[in-house]
């Protein structure tokens, strides 16, 4: 059993940065692939950026060159930077650890761009 925690989310002004923090508890999240989500009012969840225990990336296109998510299995934890936020950006923003069958999530953190 893996339980996430995120942190880092709030109110920021289009172009500005944000940092969230997904921090893993039960298991060590090195094998796992990691990802962040993302949830806007009255749309779909949408992946918006994975990492998979090897580092390689994957990213939402619309969020290409802006974002970067990084791991550090040392401290069990997931990273999401988020530069050049845009009102578009704003959603709750979740992390999600996944091993075979095993698919885990957090509760979110809501990040909100506007002016």
């Known amino acids: 059993q893996v339980q996430l925690v995120e942190s880092g989310g709030g109110l920021v002004q289009p172009g500005g940065s944000l940092r969230l923090s997904c921090a893993a508890f039960g298991s060590a999240i090195s094998r796992y692939t990691m990802a962040w989500y993302r949830q806007a009012p009255g749309k779909q969840r949408e992946l918006v950026a994975s990492i998979a225990g090897d580092s390689s990336t994957n990213y939402l296109d619309s969020v290409k060159g802006r974002f970067t998510i990084s791991r550090d299995d040392a401290k069990n934890t997931l990273y999401l930077q988020m530069n050049s936020l845009k009102p578009d950006d704003t959603a709750v923003y979740y992390c999600?650890?996944?091993?075979?069958?095993?698919?885990?999530w957090g509760q979110g953190t809501q990040v909100t761009v506007s002016s």
């Open positions: 999600n650890a996944v091993l075979g069958w095993h698919n885990y």
